[in-house]
């Protein structure tokens, strides 16, 4: 994919898969590590080192920080992973991917003893420059773990609905449950700006399983990346 310009204070969807389409989650501890990377890596200072044993998120001191993009929506699935990011500073999106990229896979790989890339090459990104691309994309983000279990939700033919509805009140690795009102991992988005248009908890909710209803992805799709 071609390089992108990233400019400050417009949104993108950033997206990246395993390499030959491996899992980069083997289990919570992978998950929690990649969440917990996600805060970290958000500041213009420098990333402490961890020790291999520290993948949680640690108990969060209320020190100045410097973030360099918001990141707005994000969810992980196991073999790839969804942005909505923000840039905020000069090559924000850049420096936080490297960062990000390079500290999980050193992560992964002393912990599963292996070596070489875990992700398919560079990151992918799209602009997101319209509004019903920018109304969609969280939802199409949020909805994303529908794959493991009905995965035919992308083509309208949802079976059994409630089912859905209760399997994402139950997926803990993606800002829906923050954005529901459920405090999950607070910390790592800043959900501010998507606030402001989806409104209250309960406004999201209701927004987010209509769309699913009448799910479209023909305004989006051009923007997905997968």
């Not at 993009?69 to 790839?80: K, R, S």
């Not at 790989?109 to 920018?134: C, E, M, P, V, W």
């Not at 969280?138 to 079976?159: A, V």
């Amino acid at each position: 994919m071609q390089k992108t310009k990233f400019v400050n204070n417009e949104i993108y969807h950033i997206y990246n898969r395993g390499v030959d389409k491996r899992k980069i989650f083997m289990d919570e501890q992978d998950h929690s590590r990649f969440i917990h990377d996600l805060f970290e890596f958000n500041d213009d200072n420098p990333a402490p080192k961890f020790e291999f044993s520290e993948v949680g998120l640690p108990e969060i001191e209320k020190t100045p920080r410097n973030l360099i993009v918001e990141i707005l929506a994000f969810c992980l699935m196991p073999n790839h992973f969804h942005l909505m990011l923000r840039q905020k500073s000069d090559n924000g999106i850049t420096q936080f991917m490297r960062k990000l990229g390079t500290g999980y896979t050193n992560y992964f790989n002393q912990k599963y003893k292996r070596s070489g890339s875990l992700f398919q090459g560079i990151f992918k990104s799209t602009l997101i420059d319209q509004d019903a691309h920018f109304i969609h994309l969280p939802y199409y983000i949020h909805l994303n773990p529908l794959d493991l279990i009905t995965p035919e939700w992308r083509e309208r033919e949802l079976k059994d609905f409630g089912k859905a509805k209760k399997f994402l009140e139950n997926y803990r690795w993606s800002s829906h449950l923050d954005y529901t009102g459920k405090k999950n991992f607070p910390s790592v988005t800043q959900r501010e700006f998507l606030t402001e248009f989806f409104g209250e908890p309960q406004n999201y909710n209701k927004m987010i399983y209509e769309w699913l209803k009448d799910l479209d992805l023909s305004e989006i799709e051009e923007k997905t990346l997968e």
